[in-house]
């Protein structure tokens, strides 16, 4: 959608690049720089002599720069260099950190610094973007997405280990250590697009998940939440799924509500946690908390990586029986927290940094923002 406006442009220090995700880096800012978004799905064009100017400059530079740094050229992105040289940020942000366009713009405009930072789990399904991307700062979750971006030739300049920003985050919304309420929470990953056409793998996975569950919930009496993966509209989809699939039907089903962190808070409620390979569960296991990877097909792109795909927290293959199944949970939920935590601290760390360290992720961010600020 595009709409217009007379306003000059906003000069800020920091440019946040793509309205999703600002609110986590704004959270992480903490009024310590002036700054200001930059929306990338919904063009609000200014039509102020300023970005005029600037817009004539950018038709003349991007030609020669783009065919220097092996760019494709679009209108998204003369706009979007337009708009970065108007506000003039000393450095641009965004936590759509894949954003081909946004690892375009760090090659081309040269004025600014540039940081990415991870939102999501990568594997080697990153391979055929890889080569694109190319951001001179990536701020990610661990040792193993620089495995992963390095194997598959990512051209990353630099690497800063500084965890998940969300999980930080919600570990400092966090007043006292609570008891759990419910015994599991089952990790959602559904999307209308993924279950009916681009992820068959998913939708068996979820599928057979949720029939061991409704089995293992009715023969050990445990209670069931679910963290739900869709929000607004989405969700009456995924909320009809569940109701389809779920028998007896969970204590609750909980939409995504990012701002609330409410999946965070249901899975730190609940005493283990299942799900396929969703991020929120790599986020959680870093954080001390019981997760069970399950993979019930065998399409290895739903396993965890190796070298932990045989762990205590990971179950793999199509054959796998309810007897083995329940045995690893029971297994699990056995465990003391400490007794857990000792086990899993190294193995958890490989994927996503403990977000209880000192500094935690919203401090590494800070810093590494600060530093390119001072430049």
């Known amino acids: 959608m595009i709409t217009f406006s ?13 309205r999703v995700g600002s609110w986590f880096i704004a959270q992480a800012i903490a009024h310590r720089v002036d700054w200001t978004v930059l929306d990338t799905r919904a063009y609000r064009i200014p039509l102020h002599p300023t970005f005029m100017v600037a817009l004539l400059i950018s038709l003349l530079e991007i030609p020669s720069l783009a065919r220097r740094n092996s760019v494709r050229v679009s209108l998204s992105l003369i706009y979007e260099y337009a708009w970065i040289r108007a506000v003039r940020p000393q450095v641009v942000v965004s936590f759509i950190d894949n954003s081909i366009k946004f690892n375009n713009l760090s090659r081309i405009y040269r004025r600014a610094s540039f940081i990415g930072v991870q939102n999501g789990f990568r594997n080697d399904a ?5 080569q694109m991307l190319r951001l001179p700062k990536f701020l990610c979750f661990g040792s193993q997405t620089i495995e992963v971006y390095k194997r598959n030739n990512a051209m990353i300049s630099e690497f800063v280990i500084a965890g998940s920003l969300k999980s930080g985050l919600f570990e400092a919304t966090m007043e006292t250590t609570k008891l759990p309420q419910f015994d599991l929470c089952w990790i959602s990953q559904y999307r209308p697009a993924r279950f009916n056409k681009t992820m068959p793998g998913l939708r068996e996975n979820t599928e057979k998940q949720i029939a061991f569950l409704n089995r293992y919930c009715r023969t050990a009496e445990k209670s069931l939440v679910v963290a739900g993966s869709c929000r607004d509209r989405r969700f009456a ?8 699939h779920f028998d007896p039907r969970p204590q609750l089903i909980s939409p995504n509500d990012d701002l609330n962190f409410s999946s965070y808070k249901l899975v730190r409620r609940s005493k283990l946690s299942i799900t396929t390979s969703s991020t929120m ?7 001390g908390d019981r997760v069970l990877f399950l993979n ?9 990586p190796q070298p932990h795909s045989d762990s205590l927290w990971s179950l793999r293959g199509a054959d796998l029986t309810y007897e083995e199944i329940s045995s690893r949970v029971d297994q699990i939920l056995r465990m003391e927290k400490r007794e857990w935590q000792d086990m899993i601290r190294d193995q958890a760390s490989h ?14 961010f800070w810093r590494e923002i600060s530093s390119d600020l001072e430049k």
């Open 6 to 18: 007379f306003k000059r442009p906003k000069k800020a220090r920091l440019v946040i690049y793509d």
């Open 126 to 130: 990153i391979a055929p973007r890889a």
């Open 237 to 244: 989809h995924e909320y009809a799924f569940m109701l389809r």
């Open 281 to 287: 569960g790599f986020e959680a296991l870093s954080a």
């Open 296 to 304: 019930l097909t065998d399409n290895p792109y739903y396993d965890v």
């Open 351 to 364: 994927f996503v940094r403990d977000p209880h360290s000192v500094p935690p992720p919203q401090e590494v």
